[in-house]
């Protein structure tokens, strides 16, 4: 008996042995990667891949070691074949690019994305006037907010920039939130907070897949109105044509800077009125979303307010623009019965991207961010 026990743990020493001094051969796997890369850590000046592992995953930001993929270029998602190499454990230690198996562009609907900048880091580096790089690596022109990043970089600040991203090209979106150090960037840009909101006497496409109206905002008078595109709007407050309102909100905003809800916490009781052709404004419409005209009216998205386009003539070309789902920026005010009255149609197209140059270059002296994404 005894010598039987001796030899059993002689061979599960043997055994022991084999598996410690185990050599772990190198596999080849399947990694989804995202269209941007993001800041490994706040306190490096390096990005990583966003990848997942599976489709049904969501995207984590990848920090293991990650060689060889220098032909990923931003805008794109990617499907890539690895070969992985394993640590004595048995455990993934390194990641080696071996091939693309498909790439696909993203659309201009979804290639918006926001990354949080800890500028002490060296994250942010400014190269000329007119362009910055983040980590060394990746160049993007300033546009109109080369005075905003000059500041932020001279200040040491932490800040929330959106960006956009096509075909290997950064854009600046906006400048969402700045804070002069973490705490306060955690306090004041992400979770929930309370902040007053201005709330616009009319409202505009969402830009959404399927047409929907949204409400606009801004937080400060000199402030450009933007978007709230949240499928449900603001939690207990209804937006009414004409009317301007000052409210209270708490606000939910992701890590990735977007606002992901909104609750009224204390409304308007006298909104301001703006009836009448002196308060003309622009907004955008989706053919695919209107139906024709019927008794000089076109019926909103919602049913709950009205065009009426027969006053300047205009329910002919509506209609062909309709039928033809194109995009429309119109110009109007809202009537004392509640209407909106079109009274020129700015710019049209039935391609997004193109209707966006036509935007920009029509709307050029108004205070409104149309389609941020």
């Not at 995207?59 to 794109?76: N, Q």
């Not at 399927?210 to 409400?215: D, E």
Request: net charge negative; charged share 25%.
């Amino acid at each position: 008996m005894i010598l039987r026990w001796v030899l059993l743990a002689c061979c599960l020493t043997a055994i022991s042995g084999c598996q410690l001094g185990r050599n772990w051969d190198d596999e080849e796997e399947t990694l989804y990667v995202d269209f941007y890369k993001v800041p490994c850590d706040e306190d490096e000046a390096s990005l990583c891949f966003r990848v997942k592992e599976d489709t049904a995953d969501d995207y984590e930001t990848w920090t293991d070691s990650f060689s060889g993929f220098s032909s990923f270029a931003w805008g794109y998602t990617y499907q890539v074949t690895v070969v992985t190499s394993f640590d004595d454990d048995g455990d993934p230690e390194s990641y080696s690019f071996s091939a693309i198996d498909a790439q696909a562009a993203v659309s201009s609907d979804e290639n918006s994305f926001t990354l949080n900048l800890y500028t002490d880091s060296g994250i942010l580096q400014q190269l000329d006037d007119d362009t910055f790089s983040l980590a060394g690596e990746k160049s993007f022109s300033c546009g109109d907010y080369c005075a905003d990043l000059e500041t932020i970089l001279a200040a040491q600040q932490v800040a929330q920039v959106e960006f956009s991203a096509s075909a290997d090209e950064l854009t600046v979106s906006s400048i969402i939130c700045t804070a002069v150090d973490g705490d306060d960037f955690e306090s004041n840009c992400e979770g929930t907070s309370e902040e007053s909101w201005r709330v616009a006497y009319f409202l505009s496409d969402c830009n959404f897949s399927t047409p929907q109206l949204c409400l606009l905002f801004k937080v400060n008078n000199s402030d450009d109105y933007e978007l709230l595109r949240l499928q449900d709007g603001i939690e207990g407050f209804s937006p009414v044509w004409g009317y301007r309102s000052d409210i209270d909100v708490y606000k939910t905003v992701s890590n990735g800077g977007n606002i992901t809800a909104a609750e009224l916490q204390n409304d308007d009781s006298s909104p301001d009125e703006y009836f009448g052709s002196s308060y003309t404004f622009l907004f955008v419409l989706r053919g695919s979303g209107l139906d024709s005209s019927s008794g000089g009216y076109i019926d909103l998205y919602d049913s709950s307010a009205q065009l009426d386009c027969t006053s300047y003539s205009l329910c002919t070309r509506m209609n062909d623009y309709i039928s033809d789902d194109q995009y429309l920026l119109l110009k109007g005010y809202v009537d004392a019965d509640d209407d909106i009255v079109l009274q020129s149609i700015v710019c049209h197209d039935d391609s997004s991207s193109d209707f966006q140059d036509c935007v920009d270059d029509e709307d050029e002296d108004e205070d409104i961010n149309w389609w941020p994404s």
